[in-house]
């Protein structure tokens, strides 16, 4: 049996076409679990071919993936020169994502491994596939099918991916083959246990302060349909904490019984805010409300900013949610075919 | 392949064996997912093959997990007449994990399927298999092996079992057959978004407020390798929650970084305390330190109860704390094999 028979030869020629080049392995902006365990995975099967390989992004790897890419070599966008490098993307569902400092280094890219569905082909050769719930599963599916070489630092690396891109195997987009695909990583000497160590049990003592602030501000509104909480300014250097602490908040608005749509709110300077939607279903489209306020995203997770303090913009997010709800329940928003 | 192939002729001769007669299915004392969920399977499993089959339990099935028993027929121990029923437990590591009722409405118990490691084979017939991560596991793996029929109720509710005995996917119990059962029961119909909307989705507004008390409590004992945090007398009434929502708090004090052991403690009744450990490893042996303390459990989670009010009992469990990493410290406590 094989997890994508359809793009076993595609893969086999594009790594016979990095024959002889340097190639530079590009993440999305702020990279997540499933953008750096795919870059893990590429540049170590590429280097095992003995194709010099690094890894680019243009953000730094955050404190709670440091020990996922192990020795694979990560650079900054900022110190990298990228004359006569070519540029491969992963889990990059649009060019733009990889940031304007690093698309002025890579005009060209060469290739772009993705599962966005919305992703445009935007490369000289393109590897999509929508139906995976995560990068690394496309490029585990792969490595399995052909029987190439997965140590055991791209085992752990692309089970983090899965893992993270799954809401730790909560999501919709989980088929057969996610579970399959793990059980073979985990064969491969991948850890579910030291992956929970990695993400959940290594938090700032902070981060409990910093919940509990978050937690007095939650309230419902819209009948109960809409439950926000705020991140006060300056919350985070009063507890000591990161941005990074208060990712997942808005789990706790969108978890609540009776509500639609999660919503956190962060006045992250005097007169700008920034929201984080969260929908219970795809149907729910919280892409079109976060795009009606000057951002987007996905069906069920979206965001924007606004530069209003939060005073200023909580009754317009409260208006905008409610008559949003009014076209849902009107039958009046398009469902969508997903892929976050 | 096959996932239990030394189990499988036990299982069948079992099945045989209790043909013609009528079976009550029997789960632990505060039923978790792991137990409902293996009582489910198991008495759809006898009900598909004209068995008259039904569960029986002390206590309620928990308000997250109604949806997933279905239309499986479940009773009260003190709505059930035992007279002419044969008794089959699952998931219960011991026999008085059924509870004093109904351990005198069944004296005899007939067979017994589990996976705890500590299970000292109670039954006429035993089935215990402690590689498994749960018991969810081993039934699930036996059907499959045996081509027995698996209908979408039974699929789904394994499929949570699995799901909630692993910490959703987290523990060091995880081995790469949890995985392929895990696909093989997707196949079947289990839904991981579904699951974790009953487990997840749900929550009621007043448990924002009650973790926002117990976070307001918690401190760093023991050179920060203790941190524990306070369920106040009255919280739960104060809030309109109940115990079950407080459950995984623990889990908020052991996560932070640097610590060794979490804990939670709550005043129940005025001068009576309980308290629940959570190791980071299975080597910190929380069990002994339980057991010191009038309790007992697993090496990573485990429980007690004191005659003292939480204001008398503190520091002497934060003395018994620092003891106990003192011959942590000092190689002095023996590891063992745990299954949860």
């Known amino acids: 049996m094989r997890f994508f028979p359809e793009f076993g030869d595609d893969f086999l020629r594009l790594l016979e076409s990095l024959e002889?080049?340097?190639i530079a392995v590009l993440g999305h902006l702020r990279p997540d679990a499933d953008c750096l365990g795919s870059q893990v995975a590429l540049c170590r099967l590429l280097m095992e071919r003995g194709i010099e390989a690094v890894c680019v992004n243009f953000h730094p790897v955050p404190r709670a993936l440091r020990l996922m890419v192990g020795d694979t070599p990560f650079f900054l966008a900022d110190d990298f020169d990228a004359e006569g490098w070519t540029a491969v993307t992963v889990d990059?569902?649009?060019i733009?994502?990889?940031g304007d400092y690093l698309r002025e280094?890579?005009?060209?890219?060469y290739a772009n491994i993705d599962h966005h569905i919305s992703n445009p082909a935007y490369a000289e050769r393109n590897l999509i596939d929508p139906t995976a719930a995560a990068t690394?599963?496309?490029l585990a599916g792969l490595m399995f099918d052909l029987g190439l070489p997965v140590d055991v630092v791209s085992a752990?690396?692309?089970y983090v991916a899965i893992a993270t891109d799954t809401g730790m195997f909560r999501y919709e987009s989980i088929t057969p083959r996610v579970f399959e695909i793990a059980a073979e990583l985990l064969r491969r000497g991948a850890s579910p246990s030291l992956t929970a160590s990695w993400l959940f049990e290594n938090e700032p003592f902070g981060k409990i302060e910093l919940l509990r602030l978050f937690l007095e501000s939650v309230q419902k509104s819209c009948d109960g349909r809409l439950c926000y909480g705020v991140l006060p300014?300056?919350?985070f250097s009063e507890t000591g904490t990161t941005k990074e602490d208060a990712e997942g908040f808005v789990d706790y608005t969108r978890d609540v019984a009776g509500v639609d749509i999660g919503l956190v709110l962060e006045e992250y300077e005097p007169g700008k805010t920034k929201g984080s939607f969260r929908a219970n279903s795809s149907g729910l489209r919280v892409d079109l409300l976060a795009i009606e306020l000057g951002g987007g995203g996905h069906a069920t997770a979206a965001g924007f900013n606004q530069p209003l303090s939060l005073k200023e913009f909580l009754p317009k997010v409260e208006a905008a949610v409610a008559e949003h709800l009014k076209q849902y329940d009107?039958?009046?928003l398009l469902p969508v075919a997903t892929s976050t």
């Open 136 to 138: 690394g599963e496309v």
């Open 105 to 109: 280094k890579f005009p060209h890219i």
């Open 233 to 235: 300014l300056g919350c």
């Open 92 to 94: 990059c569902a649009d």
């Open 20 to 22: 002889g080049k340097r």
């Open 330 to 332: 009107a039958g009046a």
């Open 156 to 158: 752990q690396a692309m």
């Open 96 to 98: 733009i994502r990889i």
